[in-house]
């Protein structure tokens, strides 16, 4: 699956691409759109982006996984041996446990306040366009017709800009949406 950014001038262009890309098969709940004027697109029947796909919330939370989960067993380890054995051998397992989850958890937590505010990279670079009244979509395509998705779109609107993230952006960026 890749994702696919589509830089719209106006709310028109926007639900035109949006049946377009009903009619190549392209599932509803794949398109988002992101733009300042989110209230006509929801009358028109188009996908608002959330905040899922607008900042890095999703990746965030997956890295304060990552690092909470070996920290919270670390910690439980640490408290068992500064407080000794007064735990017993089920109370270690379930304190070494507890911390685990705990760390965990509360890595998911902190790490998603943090990501809420990292937008993401395309929605970065195009913010200008954005504020100024463009729509920027964002697709999910199969790999097998990314290539035909995009030269139909840019064929039937040339004047749309399509990208997709690069390595480079990803770099030096925090963040893409999921």
Same mark, same amino acid.
């Given at each position: 699956?890749?994702?696919?950014?589509?830089?719209?001038?106006?709310?028109?262009?926007?639900?035109?691409?949006?049946?377009?890309?009903?009619?190549?098969?392209?599932?509803?709940?794949?398109?988002? +759109?992101?733009?300042?004027?989110?209230? $006509?697109?929801?009358?028109? !029947? /188009?996908?608002?982006?959330? &905040?899922?796909? #607008?900042?890095?919330?999703?990746?965030?939370?997956?890295?304060?996984?990552?690092?909470?989960?070996?920290?919270?067993?670390?910690?439980?380890?640490? +408290?068992?041996?500064?407080?000794?054995? $007064?735990?017993?051998?089920? !109370? /270690?397992?379930?304190?070494? &446990?507890?911390? #685990?989850?705990?760390?965990?958890?509360?890595?998911?937590?902190?790490?998603?306040?943090?990501?809420?505010?990292?937008?993401?990279?395309?929605?970065?670079?195009?913010?200008?366009?954005?504020?100024?009244?463009?729509?920027?979509?964002?697709?999910?395509?199969?790999?097998?017709?990314?290539?035909?998705?995009?030269?139909?779109?840019?064929?039937?609107?040339?004047?749309?800009?399509?990208?997709?993230?690069?390595?480079?952006?990803?770099?030096?960026?925090?963040?893409?949406?999921?």
């Amino acid at each position: 699956m890749q994702r696919l950014y589509f830089l719209s001038p106006d709310l028109d262009t926007t639900v035109n691409i949006a049946h377009e890309l009903s009619d190549l098969e392209i599932p509803k709940h794949q398109v988002h +759109v992101t733009g300042r004027d989110w209230q $006509e697109l929801a009358s028109q !029947g /188009v996908n608002n982006a959330t &905040l899922r796909q #607008t900042s890095d919330v999703v990746h965030a939370a997956w890295r304060g996984l990552k690092l909470g989960v070996p920290l919270g067993c670390v910690l439980g380890i640490a +408290v068992y041996f500064a407080l000794g054995a $007064e735990f017993g051998p089920l !109370g /270690v397992i379930a304190l070494v &446990l507890g911390m #685990t989850v705990f760390g965990g958890l509360f890595g998911i937590w902190t790490s998603t306040m943090i990501g809420v505010s990292v937008h993401d990279v395309k929605v970065d670079k195009f913010e200008r366009e954005i504020h100024d009244g463009a729509f920027l979509m964002m697709v999910d395509v199969p790999n097998d017709q990314e290539a035909s998705v995009y030269s139909i779109i840019h064929r039937h609107h040339p004047e749309v800009v399509i990208d997709k993230v690069t390595r480079g952006e990803l770099k030096h960026h925090c963040g893409t949406g999921a």
